[in-house]
């Protein structure tokens, strides 16, 4: 059996949000995009990061996950664009949040400190519910 060596210029850098689109069978039970999976796989890991009290609303065509507590504290912008692991979840889990940005057309979150637009330029309901929470997570259901 012939080996074969890899060098540097073996490593390909892949882009995370094209990776997860590319291969949405490994994210989705069904295979394919599923609002309703983003959503939970968010709002467990809100739970998994010390939330007490996290709710799912669809209103207006959006998916908002709201929580009393801000489990993307000091990890927001890995949430978001990274397939990183959760370290207090384990070393197999991933953050659904990227799931969002690959896959729905419109993403925001928002913090008692305002609210970010993370991909398109609408926030849906986001502005009705903003300052009551400690973190908000919300997606336009359509997909892209």
């Known amino acids: 059996m012939a080996s074969h060596e890899y060098s540097a210029d073996d490593i390909q850098i892949v882009d995370a949000i094209d990776s997860v689109r590319a291969r949405p069978a ?3 039970k069904g295979g394919v995009y599923d609002p309703i999976e983003i959503a939970t796989w968010i709002a467990g890991e809100a739970l998994m990061l010390g939330a007490q009290s996290v709710r799912i609303e669809f209103k207006e065509g959006w998916f908002l ?5 801000d489990w ?3 990890r927001e912008s890995q949430a978001f664009t990274t397939l990183a692991h959760i370290p207090e979840v384990g070393q197999n889990s991933r953050y ?3 799931l969002a940005v690959a896959f729905c057309r419109n993403v925001a979150t928002s913090t008692p400190h305002g609210i970010r637009s993370i991909k398109g ?3 849906g309901p986001l502005a009705s ?3 009551s929470q400690e973190r908000i997570v919300a997606f336009d259901a359509a997909p892209e």
């Open 65 to 69: 996950i709201i929580a009393d507590h």
């Open 121 to 123: 330029e609408d926030i």
């Open 96 to 98: 659904g949040e990227i």
């Open 26 to 28: 490994m994210y989705f």
């Open 72 to 74: 993307l504290a000091g």
């Open 129 to 131: 519910f903003a300052a």
